[in-house]
């Protein structure tokens, strides 16, 4: 498998930005399906935002319009740019190569 190590966590204020890489210790090239999930205190891990090999993504309602998944294949590395973060979006975020390859998570804190 694939290892995934996620960075680019830590506190920020609501309303303000961040973005979360993602960096592959192999090529994610065959990986057809990278996404990133959410695991909040007290909740079930749940997806946040996915992409395949052409492009095409997908995202949980609570995000959209605010947070922006992406991929580098040549870099293999995933990106997730979050814009006008809420308090609610805190919690640990995991990249993910579907089916079996997870990163270890890394911590989101938005402060009201």
């Known amino acids: 498998q694939v290892q995934l190590v996620e960075s680019g966590g830590g506190l920020v204020q609501a309303g303000g930005s961040l973005r979360l890489s993602c960096a592959a210790s192999?090529?994610?090239?065959?990986?057809?399906?990278m996404g990133w999930y959410r695991q909040a205190p007290g909740k079930q891990r749940g997806l946040v935002a996915a992409?395949?090999?052409?492009?095409?993504?997908n995202y949980a309602d609570s995000v959209k319009g605010r947070f922006t998944i992406s991929r580098d294949n040549a870099e293999n590395t995933v990106y997730l740019q979050m814009n006008s973060l809420k308090p609610e979006d805190t919690g640990v975020y995991y990249c993910?190569?579907?089916?079996?390859?997870w990163g270890q998570g890394t911590q989101v804190t938005v402060s009201s």
């Open positions: 993910r190569g579907y089916p079996d390859n």
């Open positions: 992409i395949t090999t052409g492009g095409r993504t």
């Open positions: 192999g090529s994610i090239f065959g990986i057809n399906v």
